[in-house]
């Protein structure tokens, strides 16, 4: 396992499982849980499921590590749109498992300038992407101009 130098550090607190409530240490995420109706389960208006946040962090993650790539080769996706999808479902080995789709979208860079860009966001920088690789399937889809 690679070792990390540590620059910033965060802690969130669920109580109830998925039926519950998850915060943040500073308040700034606080939200109601549900398993959605289609996981049998209430599916209560005006809640939030662990697959909302992940997709939620794993977008806003890649965007980032898409734009510092774009930077270091003189490239600008700043105002790229990325889209995660998050798909639970139960494993074939028992448990439940996780599949992702990532549909990145940029009608200001070509469409092979884009694909490379992403291609190196996920294999080399995006700490969601190492965190997954080998243990979820992650599709990618780029969509340039």
């Known amino acids: 396992m690679d070792s990390i130098q540590v620059v910033y550090t965060?802690?969130?607190?669920a109580t109830g499982g998925r039926n519950g409530?998850?915060?943040?240490?500073?308040?700034?995420?606080?939200?109601?849980?549900?398993?959605?109706?289609?996981m049998g389960g209430p599916g209560r208006p005006d809640t939030t499921t662990p697959e909302d946040l992940f997709a939620a962090g794993y977008a806003a993650c890649f965007g980032g590590a898409l734009d510092f790539v774009a930077k270091q080769h003189h490239k600008n996706a700043a105002g790229a749109s990325v889209t995660c999808q998050v798909s639970i479902g139960p494993r074939d080995k028992g448990g439940f498992g996780l599949a992702v789709q990532l549909r990145i979208e940029d009608s200001s860079?070509?469409?092979?300038?884009?694909?490379?860009?992403?291609?190196?966001?996920?294999?080399s920088v995006c700490p969601y992407s190492h965190a997954t690789r080998n243990n979820v399937d992650v599709q990618?889809?780029?969509?340039?101009g």
């Open 10 to 13: 965060t802690s969130a607190t």
């Open 21 to 38: 409530h998850a915060s943040s240490h500073d308040g700034q995420v606080s939200v109601d849980l549900s398993v959605p109706k289609a």
């Open 109 to 123: 860079l070509p469409q092979h300038e884009l694909q490379a860009l992403a291609m190196e966001a996920h294999e």
């Open 140 to 144: 990618i889809e780029v969509i340039g």
